[in-house]
């Protein structure tokens, strides 16, 4: 059963170390800070992508970043053959009534473009 879809869009110019230098800060976790693409171009549309898949999985939740999600509680991290991969932390998942869902997400890139899809599945 369905029990969230989240869909957002954002443009990749917002993004990259110079647009707004402690976003990538506020924005990725840790682990997703370690595996940050050298190039500039590269740079935007990960951080980009990470933010969609963030804000679309707030979406799926039904309440937005913010008081119940932040952005260091969902992390996304690829699997070795490319596929992102979501991950709440148990104390939202909790807040959530998640602790028993399958998150699946998609990101797909243009040149100008990121776009995040997310559902949540029981």
Do not use: N
């Not at 595996?35 to 990960?46: I, L, N, Q, T």
């Not at 937005?64 to 070795?80: A, Y």
């Amino acid at each position: 059963m369905i029990v969230g879809i989240g869909l957002d869009i954002v443009e990749v110019s917002r993004f990259g170390s110079e647009a707004h230098p402690r976003l990538e800060e506020r924005i990725l976790t840790p682990g997703e800070r370690g595996r940050v693409p050298v190039s500039e171009r590269r740079r935007r549309e990960y951080v980009a992508g990470r933010f969609a898949v963030k804000e679309a999985t707030a979406k799926a939740a039904g309440c937005g970043i913010g008081k119940t999600v932040g952005w260091q509680d969902i992390e996304v991290l690829t699997d070795r053959a490319g596929r992102p991969a979501v991950t709440i932390s148990p104390e939202v998942l909790a807040l959530l009534g998640w602790e028993d869902v399958s998150i699946h997400c998609s990101i797909t890139h243009s040149q100008r473009l990121v776009a995040a899809q997310v559902i949540v599945e029981r």
